[in-house]
């Protein structure tokens, strides 16, 4: 798998989908994205979920936000860019996968492209928030916007899958990610 261009292609469309969705909702402040609902078995690897969400769509309740919570959000899966993306995704089924008969096999595939797929998702996310910070994606969007993986269902491995997501320079720019990150250390 070219991993570069997978990367250049996640963008690209990632950015394309954000631009599209500011443009449409003006007035709405745009706070973060979140690529969340990784999925992959045995024999296919579908397209995480890119989501995004605005100020006016954060709720706290008793203690609980959903500022960080994509399964929550406003455009909790933003469809156009899981499926442009698809073709990708059933190459790397093919590449990694397909090739893998015994469980053995399997599972050393399984671990070996989730691992890849992270490191390439946290590098998009690391591109989409530099060029959302530059005025690249659309200029509504404030100057702490961020993209991140926010992956609940891995649970000890959220921490670790945002820290790498977000460049270390920019996650005190996020005060609200950091004590996201700080809760979720804590427990």
Request: hydrophobic share 40%.
């Amino acid at each position: 798998m070219d991993w570069s261009a997978f990367e250049t292609a996640w963008h690209d469309i990632g950015c394309r989908t954000l631009t599209d969705l500011a443009t449409e909702f003006p007035d709405e402040r745009l706070y973060a994205a979140a690529f969340h609902l990784f999925y992959l078995d045995g024999e296919e690897i579908l397209s995480p979920a890119l989501a995004a969400n605005a100020e006016s769509a954060v709720r706290d309740d008793a203690g609980y936000s959903t500022r960080f919570a994509p399964p929550e959000w406003r455009w909790d899966v933003l469809a156009a860019a899981s499926e442009a993306m698809s073709p990708w995704y059933r190459r790397l089924a093919e590449e990694y996968l397909a090739p893998a008969t015994t469980e053995a096999e399997q599972d050393a595939a399984m671990d070996a492209l989730e691992t890849a797929h992270d490191t390439a998702m946290a590098g998009v996310c690391r591109a989409m928030t530099t060029t959302a910070r530059r005025g690249g994606v659309h200029g509504s969007l404030p100057r702490d916007f961020v993209v991140v993986i926010l992956e609940g269902q891995r649970g000890d491995e959220e921490s670790g899958l945002i820290r790498k997501s977000v460049d270390p320079q920019m996650l005190p720019t996020v005060p609200e990610l950091t004590e996201y990150l700080r809760q979720l250390d804590e427990t």
